[in-house]
């Protein structure tokens, strides 16, 4: 056998550090993956332990003309929880100004631009208002899921892959980005790192229609133990609003998008 050359080494030691390196790499996107259901355990924990929470939003939601032009609709809000039966938020966009209240009892949603609400009575917890009012009205609240008491649950139930993509900054701070997939959508949540991982950015992307519209919610002011008083929680019909019912096609006029439009994202 002739003598290796050192030309013929140095090949054979790049080849070799390519692949340690290849083997590396491939082991570290595993654990990336496994570490992408713990840091998102770690976050609905965090939320699902808090007797109280509060944050502002803003949120984009886009629709896909006839001709395939994406528009998008944007608004913003505030949220206040106590656990485990207390609600409020309130959404303020450009074809709507919503606002629900929850004591518990009852649930209570308004619409200052169509000047009309909706009551009912919903005795239960927050979780089982926010599973009603979504299989009675039809109407899809994004971004509710992550308040559920057993959210990594619901989060999780159809995931099929999940990723550790890196560490990315949402509004100056630093969060651990994850991307999840499931049957008809894709969705990626950028989670706050240290102490208190609380969800900084979510975005939802529906991969059923054409265009592959997306529905990103941007979270703020976190506030966590700061219960929020009783009358808070109590809602007071404005003068001249007319009440509907819950299962009527008014309710259409509490969303956020322009009345014949949809994103078709039910998440």
């Known amino acids: 056998m002739k003598p290796e050359t050192f030309l013929q080494a140095k090949v054979r030691a790049m080849l070799g550090a390519a692949a340690i390196a290849a083997l ?10 496994d570490d992408s259901a713990m840091i998102l355990k770690s976050m609905t924990d965090y939320l699902g332990s808090q007797k ?5 939003f803003d949120s984009d939601i886009e629709v896909i003309t006839p001709e395939l032009q994406k528009i998008q609709f944007s608004s913003s809000g505030q949220m206040k929880l106590n656990r485990p039966d207390k609600l409020r938020v309130r959404r303020t966009g450009g074809y709507a100004d919503v ?70 900054v949402v509004d100056g701070v630093e969060c651990e980005h994850l991307a999840f997939r499931d049957s008809d959508t894709d ?6 790192t240290g102490p208190k991982p609380v969800p900084r950015k979510y975005v939802i992307t529906s991969k059923t229609l054409a265009g592959a519209p997306q529905y990103t919610l941007r979270i703020r002011d976190w506030k966590t133990d700061a219960f929020a008083d009783a009358d808070t929680f109590v809602f007071r019909a404005p003068a001249g609003a007319t009440k509907v019912d819950l299962d009527s096609a008014a309710m259409a006029e509490l969303d956020e998008l322009p009345p ?8």
């Open 52 to 56: 109280s929470l509060s944050a502002s």
């Open 99 to 168: 606002e629900l209240v929850y004591d518990g009892k009852t649930i209570s949603v308004y619409g200052n631009n169509a000047k009309s609400y909706v009551q009912a009575d919903l005795p239960g917890t927050v979780d089982q208002m926010i599973d009603t009012i979504q299989s009675r009205s039809g109407v899809g609240l994004p971004g509710a899921d992550l308040l559920f008491s057993d959210a990594f649950d619901t989060l999780m139930a159809s995931v099929v892959d999940g990723r550790h993509i890196g560490l990315g």
């Open 260 to 267: 014949g439009t949809s994103s078709g994202e039910k998440k």
């Open 24 to 33: 590396v790499a491939a082991t570290a996107s595993t654990a990336r993956a």
């Open 187 to 192: 969705w990626q949540i950028w989670i706050e």
